[in-house]
């Protein structure tokens, strides 16, 4: 029988917290008249609103769940509740195996396991299709890309004053414009910005800001052949041209080998942007001094990769995606867990002068990786202020952050975060024990 | 440098109407200002944009470092933290699960001189304010177990400034406070030194009105004893139906009380045991009739809640076993509860349950609640409205060291609600108490 997980692992499979609830209701037990577990499976059945009761099953190596029941959640409310009840001890091993339902869809799942083959899917057939479509794609990011400019500089002439009446529709209708022109990059940028008229005092900067990093990346679109290819690539992928995880795990780009480091999970940022989650997770070589971004995302409603927990450590081979400030990266083989304890923090004037140079490489960089010795303050606005007296403010949307100042206590803690142009976003604080506590 | 300003206002108007500033950051070439080949070049619009580009990457990398008063740290607390899985059970108690049991987390780890992980306490001083200020035991015991990083907390957010009521209340709290900060006094008096306490209550009594009530549940939450009977048994004669039910309630809970003796007379007047011919049962006779000196000793024939649903003289049956000291049973039957509990009779079995379960909860009295949780999870009479409540409150109350946890009987049988809650209640707060530790 596998190993017994504990009720975190299993939580952490929920798509989202409602399940979590929910799940947490039903594992009281009353509701499981059968319930059974061997081999590496979990089975029972659930009394539900409908007549006949729902058939969940669990294959623990995936894991893999399957339920009856009609809910578009993945995994459901029923499978949770059975991976809780199995957590705290309630469902008993049956020496008998599983029953016919569950034992025929666990059988189909390790047939087809070995059938399949294993890794990516197949190289496309036609090369000289693919390149035709690349061509076309290139010609519609182009037209897409004057059209925006023209956008951008009507914008301009007009002036941004009347943007504060402006309805959602004026940001959506040229973010669709980019979604045909295949500069999906693009088109996120412009649908964010739809907030930026009701972002209070100085909203006019921040929109002439964005707006003019918008018309330097189209400009920089029409030069690309004058840029060095590291930043040609920033430019491309800002733009939306994604590279194949595949391609840059095989090392066949420009400066795609790995590093190997001891990585320390720094801090991890879920986000929601248009029916697919993103978990963006932030990593530091403690012999290299590398920061590194890993992006994993899931549909709506579907578990989020959790394999790497805020304050743990990994040895493991990364392999950077090409650009000018490369940091995001993938993982090309973990060798075994580490230590992760607390990262050493840096002062205020370090990070200042880290991210100018970044931005000299990449002026589109907007969250840059931090690791800060400070202590919270709160005059005038949340702040953090480190021994030298020097101070940022912490960024207006992430409110008051009191669980950072609990942590403080009026003394300086090791806080790892997100700059942005905004202000300093709080992700993780190392407390007095050196463990870490995602904020 | 001031141009930006100057451009966000050009870009406000637009250049339809507005000229487009000047730019130059020292040491990079001004965009337009030196002829170049790119089309679109003459157009303002264009122009405005790549100034604004250059400035706001300036701007973004040339920042300086910022001001900020630095707060004065909060002063050292000896006290460790609680372990990680008692802090995790803490999150998730704030995070709904269970939030009726939050007050004895905290009061079990006040009792182990532990305080809350400093990151959750945020959190629980905000749980902690939306409590009704009536029940101050969550509000009490969370500015203790937050210990001084929470009294530093509240000097930053006003909205946690009950947290000083508590810690530290001051004589002038008393005099000019608000009820609150007058309840937060009392109870930390109370909590020091009892007597003293108790004599502030009595020579205020006459003074305080609506408040005797308040004064009453600070009484109830720590250190009774005998000395507060005077007290309780004068304010049995008050006008007020509130005061009057605390005084009774916390005298019948109180071991050794002149009314716990008179609940007793008649007590045994209603149950008696019979040798049957098979085994001995239990025999019931009701109350007759509700008199004058059980009205002042707070019994009342009608019931509220599910208990409406009982006729006069059964509920008045009930308020007497509730308020009959156990001993009671055990001195008179010569058995223990758990014999006791094997005599009952069908028919008055969740009378008697519900009774004898309150008055063990009240009086605290361990041996009384496990005989009684054992035997309804054994299959108890739960099946009424209020035996189904008073076994969750069973559970909420007895040790769940000491008390079964697994429903074991009716195996392979539907299990009822109420014993499947009652049996997750005792698993957490076993998990939750062994977390805490000795």
Same mark, same amino acid.
């Given at each position: 029988?596998?190993?017994?997980?504990?009720?975190?692992?299993?939580?952490?499979?929920?798509?989202?917290?409602?399940?979590?609830?929910?799940?947490?209701?039903?594992?009281?037990?009353?509701?499981?008249?059968?319930?059974?577990?061997?081999?590496?499976?979990?089975?029972?059945?659930?009394?539900?609103?409908?007549?006949?009761?729902?058939?969940?099953?669990?294959?623990?190596?995936?894991?893999?769940?399957?339920?009856?029941?009609?809910?578009?959640?993945?995994?459901?409310?029923?499978?949770?509740?059975?991976?809780?009840?199995?957590?705290?001890?309630?469902?008993?091993?049956?020496?008998?195996?599983?029953?016919?339902?569950?034992?025929?869809?666990?059988?189909?799942?390790?047939?087809?396991?070995?059938?399949?083959?294993?890794?990516?899917?197949?190289?496309?057939?036609?090369?000289?299709?693919?390149?035709?479509?690349?061509? $076309?794609?290139?010609?519609?990011?182009?037209?897409?890309?004057?059209?925006?400019?023209?956008?951008?500089?009507?914008?301009?002439? $007009?002036?941004?004053?009347?943007?504060?009446?402006?309805?959602?529709?004026?940001? @959506? @209708?040229?973010?669709?414009?980019?979604?045909?022109? $295949?500069?999906?990059?693009?088109?996120?940028?412009?649908?964010?910005?739809?907030?930026?008229?009701?972002?209070?005092?100085?909203?006019?900067?921040?929109?002439?800001?964005?707006?003019?990093?918008?018309?330097?990346?189209?400009?920089?679109?029409?030069?690309?052949?004058? =840029?060095?290819?590291?930043?040609?690539?920033?430019?491309?992928?800002?733009?939306?041209?994604?590279?194949?995880?595949?391609?840059?795990?095989?090392?066949?780009?420009?400066?795609?080998?790995?590093?190997?480091?001891?990585?320390?999970?720094?801090?991890?940022?879920?986000?929601?942007?248009?029916?697919?989650?993103?978990?963006?997770?932030?990593?530091?070589?403690?012999?290299?001094?590398?920061?590194?971004? =890993?992006?994993?995302?899931?549909?709506?409603?579907?578990?989020?990769? @959790?394999?790497?927990?805020?304050?743990?450590?990994?040895?493991?081979?990364?392999?950077?995606?090409?650009?000018?400030?490369?940091?995001?990266?993938?993982?090309?083989?973990?060798?075994?867990?580490?230590?992760?304890?607390?990262?050493?923090?840096?002062?205020?004037?370090?990070?200042?002068?880290?991210?100018?140079?970044?931005?000299?490489?990449?002026?589109?960089?907007?969250?840059?990786?931090?690791?800060?010795?400070?202590?919270?303050?709160?005059?005038?606005?949340?702040?953090?202020?480190?021994?030298?007296?020097?101070?940022?403010?912490?960024?207006?949307?992430?409110?008051?952050?009191?669980?950072?100042?609990?942590?403080?206590?009026?003394?300086?803690?090791?806080?790892?975060?997100?700059?942005?142009?905004?202000?300093?976003?709080?992700?993780?604080?190392? @407390?007095?024990?050196?463990?870490?506590?995602?904020? | 440098?001031?141009?930006?300003?100057?451009?966000?206002?050009?870009?406000?108007?637009?250049?339809?109407?507005?000229?487009?500033?000047?730019?130059?950051?020292?040491?990079?070439?001004?965009?337009?200002?030196?002829?170049?080949?790119?089309?679109?070049?003459?157009?303002?619009?264009?122009?405005?944009?790549?100034?604004?580009?250059?400035?706001?990457?300036?701007?973004?990398?040339?920042?300086?470092?910022?001001?900020?008063?630095?707060?004065?740290?909060?002063?050292?607390?000896?006290?460790?933290?609680?372990?990680?899985?008692?802090?995790?059970?803490?999150?998730?108690?704030?995070?709904?699960?269970?939030?009726?049991?939050?007050?004895?987390?905290?009061?079990?780890?006040?009792?182990?001189?532990?305080?809350?992980?400093?990151?959750?306490?945020?959190?629980?001083?905000?749980?902690?304010?939306?409590?009704?200020?009536?029940?101050?035991?969550?509000?009490?015991? +969370?500015?203790? *177990?937050?210990?001084?990083?929470?009294?530093?907390?509240?000097?930053?957010?006003?909205?946690?400034?009950?947290?000083?009521?508590?810690?530290?209340?001051?004589?002038?709290?008393?005099?000019?406070?608000?009820?609150?900060?007058?309840?937060?006094?009392?109870?930390?008096?109370?909590?020091?030194?009892?007597?003293?306490?108790?004599?502030?209550?009595?020579? +205020?009594?006459?003074?305080?009105?609506?408040?005797?009530?308040?004064?009453? +549940?600070?009484?109830?939450?720590?250190?009774?004893?005998?000395?507060?009977?005077?007290?309780? #048994?004068?304010?049995?004669?008050?006008?007020?139906?509130?005061?009057?039910?605390?005084?009774?309630?916390?005298?019948?809970?109180?071991?050794?009380?002149?009314?716990?003796?008179?609940? *007793?007379?008649?007590?045994?007047?209603?149950?008696?045991?019979?040798?049957?011919?098979?085994?001995?049962?239990?025999?019931?006779?009701?109350?007759?009739?509700?008199?004058?000196?059980?009205?002042?000793?707070?019994?009342?024939?009608?019931?509220?809640?599910?208990?409406?649903?009982?006729?006069?003289?059964?509920?008045?049956?009930?308020?007497?076993?509730?308020?009959?000291?156990?001993?009671?049973?055990?001195?008179?039957?010569?058995?223990?509860?758990?014999?006791?509990?094997?005599?009952?009779?069908?028919?008055?079995?969740?009378?008697?349950?519900?009774?004898?379960?309150?008055?063990?909860?009240?009086?605290?009295?361990? #041996?009384?609640?496990?005989?009684?949780?054992?035997?309804?999870?054994?299959?108890?009479?739960?099946?009424?409205?209020?035996?189904?409540?008073?076994?969750?409150?069973?559970?909420?109350?007895?040790?769940?060291?000491?008390?079964?946890?697994?429903?074991?009987?009716?195996?392979?049988?539907?299990?009822?609600?109420?014993?499947?809650?009652?049996? +997750?209640?005792?698993?957490?707060?076993?998990?939750?108490?062994?977390?805490?530790?000795?």
């Amino acid at each position: 029988m596998a190993e017994r997980w504990d009720r975190e692992r299993v939580l952490a499979l929920a798509p989202d917290a409602p399940s979590q609830r929910t799940a947490q209701s039903l594992a009281s037990g009353r509701a499981w008249p059968a319930t059974g577990a061997g081999t590496g499976a979990l089975w029972g059945e659930c009394r539900g609103s409908a007549a006949a009761p729902y058939r969940a099953v669990v294959d623990l190596s995936g894991p893999a769940y399957r339920c009856s029941c009609p809910s578009r959640k993945f995994p459901c409310k029923h499978v949770l509740a059975l991976l809780l009840l199995w957590a705290e001890g309630t469902v008993q091993d049956d020496a008998a195996g599983p029953p016919d339902w569950a034992a025929s869809w666990l059988t189909a799942r390790t047939a087809r396991a070995s059938r399949a083959p294993s890794g990516e899917p197949a190289e496309p057939k036609d090369a000289k299709a693919a390149a035709r479509r690349a061509e $076309q794609r290139e010609i519609r990011v182009a037209a897409g890309l004057a059209e925006l400019d023209r956008w951008l500089c009507d914008q301009a002439r $007009q002036g941004l004053a009347a943007s504060q009446q402006a309805g959602y529709a004026h940001w @959506d @209708d040229i973010a669709a414009r980019m979604v045909d022109a $295949q500069a999906p990059g693009l088109a996120e940028r412009l649908r964010a910005l739809a907030s930026v008229p009701h972002s209070g005092a100085g909203w006019d900067g921040r929109l002439l800001e964005e707006y003019a990093l918008l018309h330097l990346l189209t400009v920089a679109y029409r030069r690309q052949g004058e =840029l060095p290819p590291p930043l040609r690539e920033t430019v491309r992928s800002r733009i939306g041209f994604s590279l194949r995880q595949a391609d840059v795990l095989a090392g066949v780009l420009p400066n795609g080998q790995p590093v190997r480091d001891h990585w320390q999970v720094l801090a991890r940022r879920d986000l929601e942007q248009d029916r697919i989650r993103a978990r963006r997770t932030w990593l530091r070589g403690r012999e290299t001094g590398r920061d590194a971004l =890993l992006l994993s995302f899931a549909a709506a409603g579907q578990p989020l990769d @959790d394999s790497l927990a805020v304050g743990a450590g990994a040895d493991a081979d990364l392999v950077f995606y090409p650009g000018a400030v490369p940091l995001r990266a993938v993982v090309l083989a973990r060798h075994h867990d580490c230590d992760g304890g607390p990262p050493d923090g840096g002062s205020v004037a370090g990070l200042l002068a880290g991210y100018a140079a970044a931005l000299a490489a990449d002026p589109w960089l907007d969250g840059w990786p931090t690791v800060l010795e400070i202590t919270p303050a709160r005059a005038p606005v949340p702040a953090v202020r480190d021994a030298d007296g020097g101070a940022l403010p912490l960024h207006p949307g992430a409110g008051d952050c009191w669980p950072l100042f609990a942590l403080s206590a009026g003394r300086p803690v090791t806080l790892a975060g997100e700059w942005t142009p905004r202000g300093l976003w709080p992700l993780t604080a190392w @407390d007095q024990g050196g463990k870490a506590v995602a904020l | 440098m001031s141009i930006w300003p100057d451009l966000v206002t050009a870009s406000l108007i637009g250049t339809e109407r507005a000229e487009v500033p000047a730019a130059s950051v020292p040491g990079l070439p001004d965009p337009g200002g030196a002829a170049s080949d790119i089309p679109g070049q003459d157009d303002p619009a264009a122009l405005l944009l790549d100034r604004a580009a250059l400035l706001t990457v300036a701007r973004r990398g040339g920042r300086p470092a910022g001001h900020a008063e630095p707060l004065p740290a909060a002063e050292p607390d000896p006290a460790p933290a609680v372990s990680p899985a008692a802090g995790r059970r803490l999150a998730r108690m704030l995070g709904g699960e269970h939030p009726d049991l939050l007050a004895e987390w905290l009061g079990a780890t006040v009792a182990r001189e532990r305080r809350v992980p400093p990151h959750l306490l945020p959190a629980l001083l905000d749980r902690a304010r939306r409590v009704s200020p009536s029940d101050p035991q969550v509000r009490r015991l +969370s500015a203790e *177990a937050g210990g001084s990083r929470a009294r530093w907390l509240a000097g930053l957010n006003p909205d946690w400034k009950f947290v000083t009521a508590y810690t530290d209340a001051a004589e002038d709290a008393w005099r000019r406070g608000s009820k609150s900060q007058r309840r937060g006094y009392l109870t930390a008096l109370r909590a020091r030194d009892p007597d003293a306490a108790r004599e502030l209550i009595t020579e +205020s009594w006459e003074a305080a009105g609506p408040e005797r009530v308040m004064f009453l +549940s600070v009484l109830a939450n720590t250190g009774l004893s005998l000395a507060d009977e005077p007290l309780l #048994e004068a304010a049995l004669d008050e006008r007020d139906a509130e005061v009057r039910g605390w005084a009774a309630h916390l005298l019948a809970r109180l071991p050794g009380s002149a009314l716990g003796r008179r609940m *007793a007379q008649r007590a045994l007047g209603c149950v008696r045991i019979d040798p049957g011919v098979l085994s001995d049962h239990l025999v019931m006779s009701p109350p007759v009739q509700w008199d004058i000196a059980m009205h002042r000793d707070g019994l009342s024939p009608r019931g509220g809640g599910s208990l409406q649903q009982l006729d006069d003289r059964t509920h008045l049956l009930l308020e007497i076993l509730a308020r009959t000291p156990l001993c009671t049973w055990t001195q008179e039957f010569g058995r223990t509860a758990e014999q006791i509990l094997g005599l009952l009779p069908g028919p008055w079995a969740p009378v008697l349950f519900t009774g004898w379960s309150r008055a063990a909860m009240a009086q605290r009295d361990q #041996e009384w609640m496990i005989a009684l949780i054992n035997w309804a999870l054994a299959g108890g009479p739960t099946g009424t409205r209020f035996g189904a409540e008073t076994l969750r409150q069973l559970a909420r109350r007895v040790d769940p060291e000491r008390c079964a946890r697994e429903a074991t009987a009716r195996r392979g049988g539907e299990i009822p609600p109420p014993i499947r809650d009652a049996v +997750s209640v005792l698993r957490f707060r076993y998990d939750m108490l062994k977390e805490l530790g000795p």
